[in-house]
């Protein structure tokens, strides 16, 4: 077998010699459509169009077109325009300005720049992201629902009890102040079930000074930039790019979480909804199947006034571009939920794991992952999310599966929570659903660790004596810094003599070498190699195979060198590892191999 890599495998250890290459950090894409139809999509992202996002030393930015060609006035960038065949640029948020509040992202600098669909888009977008003048360029990424449609099975709503709901209703009921915007294919907000609990905007309703309904008049009387947003906005339309104010849903998939969230409850029909009297805000950002405006979406909903977002949809690629929508949404206050995904993997997805964002994964009627849920150390919570019945287009009910409904089951407590403590922020509701979670590690002892601070309990969360939240204030990181690790050493005090000392360790950036303990806790030589490590200065993540299983192609194709010891196992690698290996050797990886019984194991003609 040939391998690309390099390949060392050490019988007996006396020490460590690694190939230690600096850590690139590529930026991810993200995507656009000027026209719905199939032909302009790609596995990841649409053809013909990416997001670019100017640095402030860019100073301002004047598009125009010329002959045809678009450009900006800044040389070095509208020679890369030219040789795209760039024929369209303009600004994704066009009534940002530049923010006051330096700590949000500055949405203002963001644009859409349209070039021919056979145009190399991601080689475009490396070019232009290696300007200067520009913080980051990317296509826009195509994103999934998390959904798994699913044939009725059960003629109840079992995770309600499981939660106890009922039990925290007593306590909260949700409050009409509190909006839950559901980012998805829109919302049936006509459906019996929900139509008395849809927000509605106050700056576009009643009478303008002419005596026209502020709801059809054609002006944006609210100055929010959309015209007639009445009950949220279609940034889809019908042919999947001219957005209108009907964000009513074609697919079903928004109905259904928007019934998880806040269904009207104690109306005598269909369902309860968790966030019962909460309103819920219908933004379509989803056409048909294929998530086009997801940034888009998450702005209009924090400048609208949502306290909370849930997104039931997302993907492999990371996008700068979302993050920074994310971001402004998190510093304007809105509480960001996603789905952890349904790949029955521990690989990252986003929006999920960005920061800032509350990562909920599934599980089923006994309190075990279900089986399709994503997992690992980006879970923060875990909701159920298997066999959930909810609202469904024309005034049905359906059972649907998947993390995209045990999203919105932990946006509609968010916000009883909300609705019990108006006064609180995005980030203490966090810290109440995450601390009051019931644990179930010991229902999954293959997951311990990875399905976050366990299942969500709804009068757990409204009962909990809140934690205080440590802040702090003179702590930042220099966006240029090298890896490095970082120690923080607390002095925590409080009333009644209380006074301890903790440490915890963080490491700044990504390391490039993974350690993988794979001695089946037996011997546990990890601290020949954590120490030398530690003493020569090199940072590392560290994988522990025993409890996590085997790393995929994926999570070792992150890493330009590979530290797995095995000391006396056997055999000294399964199936899996030597798949995984082998595809990261030759793709040029670098692997230190190290264990008692390689040597004979690898001849083993058994």
């Known amino acids: 077998m040939k391998y690309n890599g390099s390949f060392v495998i050490a019988l007996f250890t006396i020490g460590i010699i690694l190939l230690f290459y600096p850590y690139n950090n590529c930026l991810a894409n993200n995507d656009r459509t000027s026209n719905a139809d199939t032909s302009v999509l790609n596995n990841d992202f649409i053809k013909g169009e990416l997001i670019m996002k100017f640095k402030q030393e860019a100073g301002k930015i004047s598009p125009k077109l010329t002959a045809g060609i678009a450009s900006v006035g800044i040389s070095s960038v509208d020679a890369i325009f030219n040789r795209a065949g760039a024929t369209q640029i303009k600004k994704v948020f066009k009534n940002k300005q530049p923010p006051v509040n330096k700590t949000l992202p500055d949405l203002s600098k963001i644009f859409y720049l349209k070039i021919p669909l056979n145009a190399d888009v991601q080689s475009i977008a490396r070019e232009l992201s290696q300007n200067p003048n520009i913080e980051y360029a990317e296509p826009r990424y195509i994103y999934k629902m998390y959904d798994v449609p699913d044939d009725p099975l059960y003629s109840d ?220 150390s980006s879970i923060d919570v875990s909701a159920p999310g298997n066999h959930m019945l909810s609202a469904m287009l024309d005034d049905s009910y359906a059972y649907m599966s998947g993390t995209s409904m045990a999203a919105p089951l932990v946006a509609g407590l968010a916000g009883l929570i909300k609705s019990q403590n108006p006064n609180w922020t995005n980030v203490q509701i966090a810290n109440q659903i995450l601390m009051s979670a019931d644990n179930i590690d010991e229902l999954n002892p293959q997951f311990i660790g990875m399905l976050g601070s366990g299942r969500i309990n709804a009068l757990n969360a409204l009962t909990y004596e809140a934690t205080p939240i440590i802040t702090y204030q003179d702590f930042t990181i220099d966006e240029i810094s090298t890896l490095h690790k970082v120690y923080f050493y607390l002095n925590i005090t409080a009333d009644g003599g209380y006074n301890t000392l903790d440490t915890f360790l963080v490491i700044i950036g990504k390391p490039n070498v993974l350690l993988v303990d794979d001695d089946c806790d037996g011997n546990n030589v990890e601290e020949y190699y954590t120490k030398t490590l530690d003493s020569l200065g090199i940072a590392y993540d560290y994988w522990q195979h025993s409890s996590k299983g085997s790393p995929s192609v994926n999570i070792l194709a992150g890493y330009s060198v590979i530290i797995w010891f095995t000391e006396a196992s056997f055999p000294s690698l399964n199936t899996d590892d030597i798949d995984n290996l082998t595809s990261y050797l030759n793709n040029g990886g670098n692997l230190f191999l190290t264990g008692q019984d390689i040597g004979w194991d690898f001849n083993d003609p058994e």
Request: hydrophobic letters at 30%.
């Open 157 to 376: 709503q079992w995770y309600l009890p499981k939660i106890n709901a009922s039990d925290a209703w007593d306590i909260s009921q949700g409050d009409a102040d509190v909006v839950i915007g559901i980012i998805d294919t829109g919302v049936d907000w006509t459906h019996p079930d929900l139509a008395e609990n849809m927000w509605t905007n106050a700056g576009e309703t009643g009478l303008d000074a002419q005596g026209n309904n502020k709801r059809t008049n054609g002006i944006d009387d609210d100055n929010n930039g959309y015209i007639d947003d009445w009950n949220g906005w279609d940034f889809c339309g019908d042919d999947g790019y001219t957005p209108d104010n009907d964000p009513m849903d074609t697919h079903g998939h928004g109905t259904h979480c928007s019934g998880m969230a806040s269904a009207v409850t104690n109306n005598e029909i269909g369902v309860a909804g968790l966030g019962r009297n909460c309103r819920i805000m219908p933004i379509r950002v989803i056409y048909y199947t294929t998530l086009l405006y997801g940034p888009e979406g998450i702005v209009y909903a924090a400048d609208n006034g949502c306290d909370i977002v849930n997104l039931s949809w997302g993907g492999d690629p990371p996008s700068s571009f979302l993050n920074d929508a994310i971001q402004y949404a998190h510093q304007s206050g809105t509480f960001v939920i996603a789905a952890a995904g349904n790949d029955d993997t521990s690989e990252k997805k986003y929006p999920a794991s960005y920061a800032n964002v509350l990562s909920v994964a599934a599980t089923d009627e006994n309190d075990t992952k279900a089986d399709f849920s994503s997992y690992g």
